[in-house]
């Protein structure tokens, strides 16, 4: 048998550290048992996935030079390896699970889920579907899609006993029926849902081992009822321990950068990056800090993966970075700071703003050290403005930051509209309410175009600065409720404005 792993991340967002992890894993893995590798875009969210974090994701991997075999970009024999061109062997799997008496039709309005979600909460019970659609004859069924009425496919699920599975790490798990709900396996755009597609595309690209996150053990019911179904037989099943923030919460945006794009702009090597990683619940028997991908998989045992919650931590991080950095000679040295910062691409980007202000060459490095490197530390004071009560800065950088979190095309226009709609529902003028931003990104209150600033900065330093400056308000748990209480006020004025306006142009 031929050992192959897989990675399939999502293109809706920035490129995540927990993405270039479980990559990192799943090819050492492959690596050390001779195998392949193979690399599948699960894009089925329509609504969320786009071309450009498709290519963000394959970029990020790339420049952590972790190569796959397979793949949307050089092929295969078990392609097509974008979700979304496969909708049709999902549909196709779904018939035959309905023509097998595994799955159904259901007809379940939202109004009437959300009742039902809603009673079952308030009665202590499980949040799950009801088994309504089950009692309906087959001729009624046939009316309902005869007549185009909207249905999704569900799957039939025990009620009673446990589904008891073997993890790789874990050993014996066993989780009652009574918890595991009636998933959607077809959606009511035709799309599948994750837990379909995952299980035939496995089956279908010959995966041999899963190693994906720990948040996905309660699923694995779902998956292994499905592989019975079909009659394939179950990978070997891996859930790896997820990245935690120093207070040992889930690794996220809110607390720590997560986006490998982050760590590649602060000047973070690729190499010393994934070799973090590769500490994250690991160790090498000689129990040496340094060691290369190779290194790793010519040590590497799966059963020896440590179930503890790895910290991932930027000061430790920062420090490994330094070791790689010392071992450059002069040369290469240069090489990396020409790579990291004084690019031509960087550079073309940074002309038309700094050459209109520039006398003589001396004037470039005090324009754009911010954008270079890091900008320096802040404190309250530095927010302290005439007209702008620190209450205003920090509800300005909170909502900017919510905003940010939330954009999916990082463009200067954009971000100039998201401001301008943020004053004026504050009653802020443009000027004023920039102020907290210039000098969260560059530390004064004068600097280059802001706009153009985010745009070279780039989405994931942006983000980051504005989460500093937040944080250098000192605000409270009780004020930052308050602002996330604003702000979804906020949204919900926008959402009335954009339905009125609509109304009227109709």
Known sequence: MTVRTRIAPSPTGDPHVGTAYMALFNWVFARSQGGQFILRIEDTDVARSTPESEALILDSLRWLDIQWDEGPDVGGPHGPYRQSARKHIYQAHAR??????????????????????????????????????????????????????????????????????????????????????????????????????????????????????????????????????????????????????????????????????????????????????????????????????????????????????????????????????RRLDGEAFMDRIAAWALNRENLARLVPLIQPRTEKLADILPQVDYLLGDRRPLAAADFAHPKLTPEQSAQILDHVSRELDAMRHWERDALFETCQALAGWMGLKIREFLFPLFIALSGRPVALPLFDSMVLLGPDLTRVRVREGLAALGVSGKQSKRLEKEYRAYQVARAGGANTASAEDA
């Open 96 to 325: 035959q699970l309905v023509e097998q008496g595994d799955a159904f039709h259901c007809f379940c309005s939202a109004e009437r889920l959300d009742a039902m979600r809603t009673a079952q909460r308030a009665a202590g019970e499980n949040s799950r579907y009801d088994g309504h659609c089950l009692a309906l004859g087959e001729a009624d069924v046939r009316a309902r899609l005869a007549a185009g009425e909207p249905h999704v496919i569900r799957m039939k699920v025990p009620t009673d006993g446990v589904c008891a599975f073997e993890d790789a790490l874990r050993g014996n798990i066993e989780i009652p029926w009574s918890q595991v709900d009636m998933q959607v396996l077809i959606k009511h755009d035709g799309f599948p849902t994750y837990h379909l597609a995952v299980v035939v595309d496995d089956h279908l690209m010959q995966i041999t081992h899963i190693l994906r996150g720990e948040e996905w053990i309660n699923s694995v019911p779902k998956h292994k009822l499905l592989y019975a179904y079909f009659d394939w037989p179950m990978p070997v099943m891996c859930h790896l321990p997820l990245l935690r923030n120093p207070d040992q919460s889930k690794l996220s945006k809110r607390k720590n950068p997560t986006s490998v794009n982050y760590y590649r702009r602060i000047g973070i090597l690729p190499e010393a990056l994934l070799n973090y990683l590769g500490t994250m619940g690991w160790s090498m028997r000689d129990e040496r800090e340094i060691f290369s991908p190779k290194e790793m998989a010519d040590d590497f045992v799966l059963e020896k993966i440590h179930l503890g919650g790895p910290v991932f931590d930027l000061a430790k991080l920062s420090w490994l970075n330094a070791q790689y950095l």
